[in-house]
């Protein structure tokens, strides 16, 4: 589904250039395995980096600051194997030293944050969230997910989150939105 939804916007080099940095920002946010749908569909990430890559990305890397502890949601997404497999560079969140300080000057609530260093160096950003029901957002479909590239995305609950997620994509929107509706989670698992 991916190979021909990307062809028919005329392939991946139409977003990603020769020697391009690009970094991949699926949903790792939960430990759990791949059929309850709360992350990004493994093969949907195995396949962006491909396509990535013979585009002639010069390195693709994948990463999102995790809910849950981030070597499990890793491993038990499936997407850290998938992303390795393909040629991608795996790198964590969990540290607040890779997060630098920036400010969002168009923000109206969210008027500074710290954004994970990827997200600043990489020439290319694209943001692959999964498409499912969330206890806050009601829906969270692509820039809910910009959440995992922040330190502290609590200060977004507590400061009226549907303005937060406005406000970060004045600073900073993905070059190309993918979203996962393979398997759409209706509520939340157990």
């Known amino acids: 589904m991916f190979d ?4 028919s916007l005329g392939g991946m ?8 940095t690009v970094v991949i920002k699926p ?15 493994p093969k949907l990430v195995a396949r962006i980096v491909k396509h990535c890559l013979d585009a002639g990305a010069k390195q693709v890397y ?10 499990s949601c890793y491993s038990n997404s499936g997407i850290e194997k998938a992303a390795k497999d393909s040629g991608a560079m795996v790198v964590p969140g969990n540290s607040e030293s890779y997060y630098q300080h920036v400010n ?9 944050t710290t954004v ?21 957002a009601g829906l969270t479909v692509s820039m809910k997910n910009l959440m995992g590239v922040v330190w502290d995305r609590r200060y977004w609950h507590r400061n009226d989150l549907h303005q937060c997620i ?3 994509a004045t600073f900073r929107k993905p070059d190309l939105n993918i979203v996962d509706a393979y398997a759409v989670m209706k509520k939340k698992w157990s």
Do not use: M
């Open 62 to 71: 994948v990463f999102d600051h995790t809910c849950d502890n981030w070597k």
């Open 13 to 20: 080099k139409n977003f990603v250039k020769k020697n391009q």
């Open 104 to 112: 969002i000057p168009n923000g109206k609530n969210l008027k500074e």
């Open 27 to 41: 949903n790792i946010g939960w430990d759990t395995i791949p059929e309850r749908a709360a992350n990004t569909n």
């Open 4 to 7: 021909t939804a990307i062809q």
């Open 116 to 136: 994970h260093e990827l997200i600043l160096e990489s020439d290319v950003l694209i943001n692959v969230p999964v498409l499912k029901s969330h206890g806050g």
């Open 166 to 168: 406005a406000d970060y």
